[in-house]
């Protein structure tokens, strides 16, 4: 069990700073997720943690010791690449065996360690297969193996499961966790999953453009985002985002007109604040009929049948795109005009800036 | 287990590493506190390693030396001065002054004859026969061998085969035109003894055999690289070449046809001797050997002695001491006998040895080689090349 | 980064210690020593003489056989290096596609760069370009009356650069393990972008190995400008006919050995040197424009 | 090898059986070009010496063997010998180069330190001074060390990694080894031994083969460096053996000479022939994404 | 528009089969995607298609012609690559003008085609870098942009989306469908994404072990699933699949024994049976509570807050699990007993050998 700390830290490649003065602590134990946007920073994060990217600026330590400067083989860490990197010349079982035997390992317990985790990984057919002859998605639990057969201090998983099929995936997810728990390691993982990332964190980090939106709990992120960014980002489908006036607020309430309708929001804002905003409803919080306030009608653009699921995509009066996720399979065309509600106290306002006014 | 190691090192055919090697067992048997080991090369290795080895402080004991060379070295401090051993441990008065002064370089011996040489006429006797020519005389001339040549070239009729290689370009043969004019290649003092037209007068005299197709044309002469294997009459290109009277082993090896040796040409009425005796081949010890008398021990015993002699027999050319000469000569082969006779033959048509060549001789030869070259090609005049010759020479010279 | 790995250079120096201790021991000292003795005059037995800039000074002032070597030297180079290549790239593509018998037309392309320098190939070299030669027979039955090619000073130098292009085998095999480093999936790429073999040959094979493709024009010129041995094939170490195949380290080593002009040798192995240094230093600064690394 | 039905890139069509006959008729025109000495260099070795240079045709009137018999024991020394001693210098030298070249080169393309760019340039430096001039100050090196007239001056420098052709030839392709199996390495817990070992090392066995190849050929062919250090007829090398033939201001031995010199391409050619087989297909790219 | 037809078509890679015997027909202009478990054999189909893989057996037709051995280059084939297999000496823009580039569009057009397909995939801003300055989204959006600057006649996609974070991804398929729809091109899509799977395809092709276990439309996939495979396979969180014995059955009804439990399915059985079967019902048709059936207490092992929903993993009596999907935040514990109910006209049957029974 190790801690992970962040100070300050920069990266820049070239002239490019591609992580701005990044502060983090991951505690000890902790399972941490990196989400953010492609391209955000978040496999250069790990790379500096790791040690095999130079830190430009700022101090990362773990257990509270300076790790700057530390060779990134004895930093005690194990990670699974997001490009694999599996070493095309050794077959699979030494793929996974060779930090073993690089840590000079007991042959015996290198045999078992593999075997092991090739069943978890359902790869024990492949033990003598080279990368090349493998399907993106061997080669990824591959590289997921490679990691797991170590006891390291930390694990670093860069979007480990990306490539396999939905029930692998939750296999894999339930294997990680319970690594987690037997071994109780530190790990940081890095997803665009959301399922991913709400079951498995103790905390998910929200980055963007190499800084952090937010840091929280699944929930705490999903249930109260800081801003705008962390709203839109957490939570699939994406919430509703929509221009809105506020018009008033007291205490424990604030009202808001959103596509002409005046909406009596339940909710203390943190702040004084008059005029535009963001009012934003999550698709999952949204009915058909029902009892609750509603937008108005909308005209429906797109339906997706998901199957458990179906979502609408449609437009509100004032021409702005409201999504609605609805239970089942349910019959609604395009052209149609639907109109939904909502309980307002699951509602949120940004300011224009983003931040969080709720 | 001997006590006293020696390095002997030489150049030269199989046939004669093993007249060495059993030499030096002979002697080694003999002797039995000396070992001698015994290193063989090809020429053109040889001399590359020899100078690495002696800049080095290396050397071998006994060195092969050649004539060329000897000057190089001897003047260098390299080699042995055998002067203080002659008539103790080195027992070659019955040489001759002659023969013995081919190995002196600046009054010192620094080289033990080993064979006696000198420069000849080779022809394809055998093209001769069959066309009806003689093969030259002491008393043909060069303009009477220019025609012959001529001859030659229109008799045989075949194309790309003529009568003589162009020898213009060949140092011992220019030498010899010299001395026959009555000058030399070099003074005694190391200065240049022909002039550019003695020079002009020998390229003049190619020139004129070029025209007349007597000799090869330069790009087959060009493809000569002063070796047996390139010679004209070796590839089949001419009927005569020039040569040295101990290599007429080594043509008649190369070649189908009977080959047979004569006479430089010489300069007619008035003319002196161009010709003359030099070494084939010398044993030189180093100076810094470190057991120099045992080194001369075995020269002389190469040289003197008649179990040595008869060991190495005519390999290196014919003896230069006439008790050894004599022992030898019954076990004469036909080539062998040629060559003997030639050389009794030609000891009453031969100059004296020239003084020794100074520094940078090499040298002049290649240049020799090159404007003989430009000539022939074209790219200078025969005057104007005569005194480039004359102009480069002199340069070479003064750098010493 | 990876001075990170090792937490010092000291690793780094590890790793080069056989060959820091082989420089040092075998190559420094008597590449320095060789150094003075371009400044001495020395005839390989006496002592060295220290003379100043005085070979310097005469190989740039009164040296007409310096600028003959110079001359053949850089035609030498100037044909050869390009010409080898594109033979040895050519061959080597042709050989890379998986043609049954591969190994077999390897060896035998091989082959000539076995023989080397041997005596057999200068024997044979000028009979095949004499006047009477092969290479005229077939010359003549297109009608084409030839020369003597070798015996001739104004073509005796083209000769060794055809030798030269026929013992491509080295860059050949340097070219074909280069080929086999190019990952297969960007042929396939290629492919469905609809490129032809040609195209794939020129946007994608050649712009991967260009690292190779460097490694052997910088080598094959370092070789030219040394060039050594061809000069023994025509001339016997003479450079003629008339001086037209007078290599530069020929010069070098006749000045040396043949003349006992170590000093100046010296001072013409240094020029040459730096010579050699400006071409490669040329070399690696445009490298950076054209040559594709990996990381 | 598998080559020749692998290397068929899957989905292209197979060139025409006349595409392809072509290409084969082109391939065995330039064979014949190249094999052309080789043939006469046979040839030779069974003809007299007399009809080797002013013969025109390439057939020997009257084949005969006798020359590789003569040129076998020709010597004091048998040819046996000779190969012996070559053949251990030879592989000497493809350990040493391999081995001590590897190294430097990996340093060169993998680590960074201080200097390295002034000691690459170093040893590129190297590559440029003809060796004619340094001969005799490493000569007397040599001789210092004792080592004149043993194999060690023409083993030992490959072991110090003299020949910087290997270096630089390694450098090369060890830049083109993605650098995320470095990476993976290090994460596994690898120092840089280990990575060069297990991974570098490996995934250049092309340039290794190569490297190996060329270190024995040229060894092999190498007469120089013998003919200076070796003194001693029982310790000479092929090559040098072969110079003792010919002496081209005597008699040489013509027929013996071309004899050995074919029986002497025979180990190289095997070498050529075993090695070439290491020069598989590339495998260091696949197992990632890119 | 190009129809692809396979037929009997096979793959070995050395002694091992991986594609038996597999017959398919895309029809012009359809959006055809192909799942299935990872390692199963869809990269493979799709390399056989584009002409990257040798076809061991069988015949690939597209448009009525025989393709087997036509090059890949003249196929007129678009395809990404899930390894994306980026030229690295080419910077990005290189990377997506080279197929235009190859087929000598003049320099305005090609311009203006990889700008827009730039803008579409927002790495205008990295249109100068070389791949490896990319992250791993950046590239795979590199390899979707190398595909759809040209007009195949068919494009492939394999996983073109698995390394992009939920909004890109969205965005993503929302542009991958217009252009489907612009176009009108032959598209087969691989992906391991339910949501994608469902909501881009006409026809989805359910692959396992090299086999087609069932060709469909979405719905028809998840609502009448050819057999128990198909039914795990499709819907996310899988289907629960329970032990269970037929009792007895009759037209339009069967009585089936889960858990103990006798459960009246209101359903036409394709075929007689009798004995153990395999009862199936998604987790989102099950709610706590409720007034349908019920399968009897369950213990609450595993509780997943998602956020917008919340997965219960349970057990029955009798030991076997179930998954409960629910809406919202539901505040259960592990160790808790919860009773859940379902429609039965939900349920599926499934006989041991797999085949579906209703
Ligand atoms: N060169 C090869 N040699 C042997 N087997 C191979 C080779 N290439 C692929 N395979 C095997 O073929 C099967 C199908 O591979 P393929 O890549 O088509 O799978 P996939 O369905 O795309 O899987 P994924 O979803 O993981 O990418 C896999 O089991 C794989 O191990
Ligand atoms: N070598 C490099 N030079 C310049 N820029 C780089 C380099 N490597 C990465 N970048 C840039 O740094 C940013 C962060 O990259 P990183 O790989 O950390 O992203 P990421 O968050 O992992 O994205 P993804 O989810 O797509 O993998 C990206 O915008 C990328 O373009
Ligand atoms: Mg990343
Ligand atoms: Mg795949």
Redesign the pocket.
Known sequence: MASVELRNIKKRFGDVEIIHNLDLRVEPGEFTVFVGPSGCGKSTLLRMIAGLEEITAGDMKIDGQLMNDVAAASRGIAMVFQSYALYPHMNVFKNMAFALETARFPKAEIEQRVRRAAQILQIEH?LQ?KP???????RQRVAIGRAIVRNPRIFLFDEPLS?L?AELRVQMRVEIAKLHRDLGTTMIYVTHDQVEAMTMADKIVVLRAGRIEQVGTPLALYNEPANQFVAGFIGNPKMNLLKAELADAGPGRALVNVAGKPIDVPRQLVEQHRGAVTFGIRPEHMELGGAGLTLGPARVQVVEQLGGETLIYAELADGQPLTLQMQGQKRVLPGETVEASFDPAQCHLFLPEGRSLC | QAETKLRMYWWGSKERADRTFAANKLYTDKNKNVSIEGETLGWNDYWTKLATQVSGRNAPDLIQMDYRYIFEYARRGALLNFDPYMGKVLQIEDFGKEATDAGRVDNKLFGVNLGMNSMVTLVNRSVLDQLGFKAPTTETTWAQFAEMAAEITKKANRPGFFGVSDASGYEPEFEAFCRQRGKALYTADGKLAFTAEDAGAWFDMWDKMRQAKACVPPDVQALYKNSIDTSPVTLGKSAIDFAHSNQLVGFQALNKEKVGIAPLPNAGAGGKPGQYLKPSMLWSVSAQSKNPEEAVKIVNFFVASPEGAAAIGLERGVPASAKIRAALLPELDALGKETVDYISLMSKHVGALPPPPPKGAGEIESVLRRVSEEIAFGKVKIAEGAKKLVAEADDILSRG | MARKVLGHDAGAYLFLAPWLIGIFVLTVGPALGSLYLSFTRFDLITEPRFVGLANYTRIFTNDAKFLAAMKVTFTYVLLAVPLKLIFALSVAIVLNKGLRGLTVYRALFYLPSLLGGSVAIAVLWRKIFAKDGLFNDVLSTFGIDGVSWIGDPDYALYTLVVLSIWQFGSPMIIFLAGLRQIPQDLYEAASLDGASKRRQFWKITLPLLTPIIFFNAIIQTIEAFKAFTPAFIISEGTGGPVNSTLFYTLYLFQEAFSYFRMGYASALAWILLVIIACFTAVSFISARYWVHYEE | MKSDAAAHVPGTPRRGAFGSLATHAVLIGVSLVMVYPLLWMIASSLKPDSEIFNSASIFPAHPNLSAYARGWYGLKVSFGKFFTNSAVIAVLAVIGNVMSCSLAAYAFARLRFRGRNFWFAIMLGTLMLPYHVTLIPQYVLFLNLGWVDTFLPLVVPKFLAADAFFIFLMVQFFRGIPRELDEAAIMDGCGPWRIYWKIMLPLAVPALATAAVFSFIWTWDDFFAPLIYLNDMESYTFQVGLRTFVDSSGQSDWSGLFAMSVVGLVPIFVMFIFFQRLLIDGIATTGMKR
């Open positions: 492949l297969r090349k002859q493998l399907s993106g998605g061997q490539n099929d």
